[in-house]
């Protein structure tokens, strides 16, 4: 079965950066896309990007161009998520979920299978 | 950056239909989906591509869509059906980038 296990929660300082990692297994890891959603306390989902373990390339929503990166190491079928300059508004519970479809097949990507999700606090 | 709206609540009592829409200017051209979160839980896909339901999901979810709304329908709304309703969908741009409504709060009593 489809299992994404993610990092266990961070405490960071303002302007740090924290790295989340969200290891795969129960499928062929390169043959999905993996997105990243984060949700703050009490607000809603958030989408932040998408990584194609199989090649690398990465898409990002546009409010975290330059701040964050999505990449991959496809001998431990793990994806990571790396945000930087961190701020209070950056509090979340940042999840990882694996694409509904695989990725040669022309669709739209739709997060599916969700990781248990990684809470990070960023406060002084 | 592409938006899509939803009302911040509905409430209906036990066995009564729940409607929950999403507004969004390219609807016309791009499929909705829909997540049901529960407190503390991670979402699940009840509704993909307008209105198919993945394996497991009960009968009375549905989804349609026409013009720029989509619409989650509860049919016979259960008290465990209170949650968090979430529409997704992706731009046009071919990025593959995706976007979540702002979500819904279902309440059943």
């Known amino acids: 079965q489809v299992q994404l296990v993610q990092s266990g929660a961070e405490v960071k300082k303002p302007g740090a950066s924290v790295k989340v990692s969200c290891k795969a297994s129960g499928y062929t890891f390169t043959s999905y896309y993996m997105h990243w959603v984060r949700q703050a306390p009490g607000q809603g989902l958030e989408w932040m990007g998408i990584i194609n373990p199989s090649g690398g390339s990465t898409s990002y929503a546009q409010k975290f161009q330059g701040r964050v990166t999505m990449t991959r190491d496809t001998s431990t079928s793990t994806v990571y998520m790396e945000l930087s300059s961190l701020r209070s508004e950056d509090t979340a519970v940042y999840y990882c979920?694996?694409?509904?479809?695989?990725?040669?097949?022309?669709?739209?990507?739709?997060?599916?299978?969700w990781g248990q999700g990684t809470l990070v606090t960023v406060s002084s | 950056s592409y938006e899509l709206t939803q009302p911040p609540s509905v409430s209906v009592s036990p066995g009564q239909t729940a409607r929950i829409t999403c507004s969004g200017d390219a609807l016309p051209k791009k499929y909705a989906y829909w997540y049901q979160q529960k407190s503390g839980q991670a979402p699940v896909l009840v509704i993909y591509?307008?209105?198919k339901r993945p394996s497991g999901i009960p009968e009375r979810f549905s989804g349609s869509s026409s013009g720029t709304m989509a619409t989650l329908t509860i049919s016979g709304a259960q008290v465990e059906d209170e949650a968090d309703y979430y529409c997704?969908?992706?731009?046009?741009?071919?990025?593959?980038?995706?976007?979540f409504g702002g979500g819904t709060k279902l309440t059943v009593l």
């Open positions: 979920a694996r694409d509904f479809s695989v990725l040669w097949v022309t669709a739209d990507r739709v997060p599916d299978y």
């Open positions: 997704y969908s992706t731009d046009s741009s071919g990025n593959h980038r995706g976007v």
């Open positions: 591509e307008d209105s």
